[in-house]
């Protein structure tokens, strides 16, 4: 498979669940970022890794947990979530001297109950 | 406050004709520019950009064209064809600042090309 790819698609969860939402990149790139599309807002920029470390964390509740294992892999963990965090989530790759020539998956629908 | 602006949420052109996408910004550290397509249930797709050296950047149907001084964008479309129809994100990044060139977003504007 080529590209990057978001499983799952869709995720319908409570507000006492865990759930983790994955990440994969087989561009050969190593820099992995989160991005969360809210209804009629900008997308915005969650954490950023580059080289397998967290360089941005753009104050994000604790709720969401990212974790990169390695440079194709990239992680959110998600606990005790709120309604408002409802929303699409994007992961996006790029290599780590071109970083804003961002290829983004297809995004991970989550609603939160 | 919002650093990349786009002040239409949607507009709606006719097969053949020309589309034109505006996109306004505030902040002058940006230098270089970027225009993402999304459609429904995948993930925006990287179409062109520029630099803020240029003025013009044109590739196929698909022009950006880049005011400075007035820290205006715009993407041209032309012949628009009912494929186009998607939302498109204009992005904006300071890459003369050094350390991560982080990308900042608009709120997208919806084209809808009808045949």
């Known amino acids: 498979e080529t590209g990057v790819t978001q499983t799952p698609r869709h995720l319908v969860m409570g507000m006492t669940n865990k759930k983790s939402l994955k990440c994969e990149q087989h561009?050969?790139?190593?820099?992995m970022y989160w991005y969360k599309q809210s209804a009629k807002k900008p997308l915005e920029l969650m954490f950023v890794?580059?080289?397998?470390?967290?360089?941005e964390n753009n104050s994000v509740p604790s709720r969401f947990s990212p974790e990169c294992p390695n440079s194709s892999h990239l992680f959110l963990h998600l606990h005790t979530l709120q309604p408002e965090d409802s929303a699409l989530y994007l992961c996006?790759?790029?290599?780590?001297?071109?970083?804003?020539?961002?290829?983004f998956g297809p995004g991970t629908r989550l609603t939160v109950l | 406050d919002q650093q990349v602006k786009q002040n239409s949420p949607s507009l709606s052109v006719q097969e053949g004709r020309i589309s034109i996408l505006n996109c306004d910004y505030t902040n002058s550290m940006f230098d270089y520019f970027l225009w993402y397509k999304k459609y429904p249930a995948e993930g925006p797709t990287f179409l062109i950009s520029i630099s803020s050296i240029k003025d013009k950047n044109e590739d196929g149907r698909f022009t950006v064209f880049l005011n400075k001084s007035a820290k205006h964008l715009s993407l041209h479309i032309v012949p628009s064809q009912p494929g186009d129809s998607a939302v498109y994100f204009c992005?904006?990044?300071?890459?003369?600042?050094?350390?991560?060139?982080?990308?900042?977003f608009g709120k997208g504007t919806k084209l809808t090309v009808n045949p």
């Open positions: 561009l050969g790139h190593n820099a």
């Open positions: 890794y580059s080289l397998e470390e967290r360089v």
């Open positions: 992005a904006a990044s300071a890459r003369r600042q050094g350390g991560s060139e982080k990308l900042v």
């Open positions: 996006a790759s790029s290599p780590w001297d071109s970083t804003d020539t961002q290829y």
